[in-house]
T-cell receptor
Framework: GNSVTQMEGPVTLSEEAFLTINCTYT??????LFWYVQYPGEGLQLLLK?????DKGSNKGFEATYRKETTSFHLEKGSVQVSDSAVYFC????????????FGKGTKLSVKP | GAVVSQHPSRVICKSGTSVKIECRSL??????MFWYRQFPKQSLMLMAT?????????EQGVEKDKFLINHASLTLSTLTVTSAHPEDSSFYIC????????????FGPGTRLTVT
């Protein structure tokens, strides 16, 4: 079946460090891929998305590339800030725009000054 | 941006009672709303999809008689956990699609339910 696996946290980094959060997926067909972020006390927000192979999603300095050959969608940021501390969820959607989202377990990121 | 609110943010109830959770889209109309459940250190699991004015579609394994969903208007969906038991304790999250932007789901902040 369809599933998403992301690295377990928590991840603790110093400010300005490089961030990678790994995400791999299992899916039939060609899903769309998403990263959501949940800041403390708030709802999940869409961070970035990619809808086809080799697409790169980017937002707020974060990037992720849809790699069909490795079934991956790793999240990266070159220099994290304290304000990036949050829980990050990788997700896929199958079945087109009306399909459901399938989430990974989330990775908690803490950035220390 | 589109904002989704949930009320209450936390609720504690006794076993055997029912509790209602509200999900509202504050500045947009939501033809479709989703209800998720999240256990500690687990991913969000879709419980049901509700469309305004029609019956909700439940995911496999979700008891429709236990988790009653009503989507009576374009800005409000409610989830009622009936005859709650301690195993129903969880974090419940709703989300909504903005009409015309199906890739965007806007999420509420969640409701922590504790059944004692």
């Amino acid at each position: 079946g369809n599933s998403v696996t992301q690295m377990e946290g928590p991840v603790t980094l110093s400010e300005e460090a490089f961030l990678t959060i790994n995400c791999t997926y299992t899916a039939t067909g060609y899903p769309s891929l998403f990263w959501y972020v949940q800041y403390p006390g708030e709802g999940l927000q869409l961070l970035l998305k990619a809808t086809k192979a080799d697409d790169k999603g980017s937002n707020k300095g974060f990037e992720a590339t849809y790699r069909k050959e490795t079934t991956s969608f790793h999240l990266e940021k070159g220099s994290v800030q304290v304000s990036d501390s949050a829980v990050y969820f990788c997700a896929l959607r199958y079945g087109g725009s009306q399909g459901n989202l399938i989430f990974g377990k989330g990775t908690k990121l803490s950035v220390k000054p | 941006g589109a904002v989704v609110s949930q009320h209450p943010s936390r609720v504690i109830c006794k076993s055997g009672t029912s509790v209602k959770i509200e999900c509202r889209s504050l500045d947009f109309q939501a033809t479709t709303m989703f209800w998720y459940r999240q256990f500690p250190k687990q991913s969000l699991m879709l419980m049901a999809t509700s469309n305004e004015g029609s019956k909700a579609t439940y995911e496999q394994g979700v008891e429709k008689d236990k988790f009653l969903i009503n989507h009576a208007s374009l800005t409000l969906s409610t989830l009622t956990v009936t005859s709650a038991h301690p195993e129903d304790s969880s974090f419940y999250i709703c989300s909504a699609n903005v009409q015309g932007t199906p890739y965007e789901q806007y999420f509420g902040p969640g409701t922590r339910l504790t059944v004692t």
